[in-house]
């Protein structure tokens, strides 16, 4: 696999295990619909958070959120919509960012809650 691939997926655990210690139930994990992937998806109260997690080994290049653009918000939404629709949910729906960065052994996380409303 490949080291950025990894990267990923560590940082998706740490967000896991982030969410669960604030209080979040997880309902499911990579969600899929059609070019669509929901990373994590938890629920608080009567709100259904789809959290998109970025794993950055530098913020060199921008921090971790800077490299979600409008296209994968678009099919982030879609996404959600159908998941609620499916499932005939009658919810809040909200997009969350999970922002990582790992400088050595150290995770820096930053929990972005509505970010899309700052796109």
């Known amino acids: ?18 969410l669960l210690k604030n209080e979040y139930r997880i309902v499911e994990k990579n969600y899929r619909f059609l070019k669509a992937e929901v990373d994590i998806i938890v629920q608080k109260e009567n709100t259904l958070i ?24 678009k099919l982030l939404v879609s996404a959600m919509d159908n998941y609620v629709v499916e499932r005939n949910l009658d919810v809040e729906v909200r997009f969350d960012i999970i922002a990582i960065i790992k400088e050595k052994c150290v995770f820096q996380i930053e929990h972005l809650k509505d970010a899309f409303l700052h796109f």
């Open 1 to 18: 696999m490949a080291e950025h691939n990894e990267l990923g997926k560590e940082g998706e655990k740490i967000a896991i295990n982030y």
């Open 50 to 73: 789809a959290v998109e997690v970025k794993t950055r080994s530098t913020d060199y290049f921008g921090d971790p959120q800077d490299f979600i653009n409008q296209k994968k918000i």
